[in-house]
C-alpha cells in the first residue's frame, strides 16, 4: 500500500526574508527550506554563506529575484573566531589537522598585526570555496586531493576589530570583527593573521551580522518561520524595494507607468542618476529600476503588470494542503 505524502500547493509570494542561517544547512538547503514554508513558486537568495558560517542571508521571493544582483557588491560584517596554533586542510574545523605550533606572541603582536590587514588587501582564493576553475569548483578539485593554480584578487577590510583574544592554555584564540568588501574570504583572512602570527590557525566560528543594510537583528530563524502561522510567515516578508537602498525615486502618472512598463523611454526634468528605482502613483508601487541620461528615462528590470498587481494586492488566501499518492 502507497503511503501519500504531504504536497505543498504553490502561490505567488513576493519579497525578501532575512533568515538567519543556522549552521549546517548550505545557502540553497536553507532556501529550498524557507521556500517550501513560504509556499512560494519562485525564489533566489543574495550570494551564498558557507555551510559552516550561520547568520544574514537574504531570501529573494518572486518579483524580488529581479533585483537580487544589486545586493551581490554590498559590504559585509562577519564575527569570527581564529583558533590559534592548529592549521587544517581546510582553514576550518571539518578539516584534518596538518600542523601543530607553539603560540608565543604577544597582545601587542596581535595589534600590530591587525593593523597590517586593514584597507585593501590581496587574498589567494581558498581550494575549499565555490570559486570556479574550468567549469569546476575549486573544492571538487580538493576533494580529488588536487591543487590548481588561483589568481590573487583585490579586496578590501573596512574595520577589523579585536573583540577578544586568548594567547595561554589549550585553545588560544582571536575573536574578530570584520566589515569588509564583497569577494573577502574570512577563512583566508584568518589563516593568513595567524601565520603572521607565526603560530598557524584555522576558523573555528564564523558568523554573518550584517549584510548591506540588512542586520542580523533583522533576520528569523527557520524554527521561527517554522512556528508562524500564514499570516506570520507572509509578514515576515519584507517590501521588494528594500534590496534597493540609496536608489533616486522617480513617480510616473498612469500613462506614463503604462508605457514605462512595455519598455518604451520615458522623457522627464530628472537629474542623470544610474540608479533609480520608478514607482507608480495611485496606488504606489514600484515598477522597476532604470537610468536618467540626458533628461530620458531607461528602463531597467521592470516588474510585470501581474506582479505588481499581485504586491498591492498583498498575498491570496492559504490554500490547504494536498494529498498525494506516489
Known sequence: MNTPRTRVQRRPVHGVLLLDKPLGLSSNQALQKAKWLLRAEKAGHTGTLDPLATGVLPLCFGAATKFSQQHLDADKTYETTVRLGLKTSTGDAE????AVREVSCSAGMVVGVLDRFMG????????????????????????EGKTVEREARNVVIHDLDLLDMQLQGDAPFLRLRVRCSKGTYIRTLGEDIAEALGCGGHLSALRRVATGPFAAAQCVSLPQLEAMDEHRRMAALQAVEVLLPGYTEVRLDKDSTDRF?????????????????????????????????????????????????????KSPAPEPLLAEQV
Do not use: F
Open 261 to 313: 512598463l512595455n519598455g518604451v523611454r520615458r522623457h522627464g526634468p530628472w537629474v542623470d542618476c544610474d540608479q533609480v528605482a520608478v514607482y507608480g502613483e495611485h496606488p504606489r508601487a514600484l515598477l522597476g529600476t532604470a537610468q536618467v541620461h540626458g533628461g530620458e528615462l531607461i528602463p531597467g528590470r521592470l516588474l510585470s503588470p501581474l506582479e505588481i498587481q499581485q504586491i498591492l494586492e
Open 95 to 98: 578539516g584534518e589537522v596538518i
Open 120 to 143: 585593501p588587501i590581496s587574498q589567494l582564493p581558498p581550494m575549499h570555496s565555490a570559486l570556479k576553475k574550468d567549469g569546476k569548483a575549486l573544492y571538487e578539485y580538493a576533494r
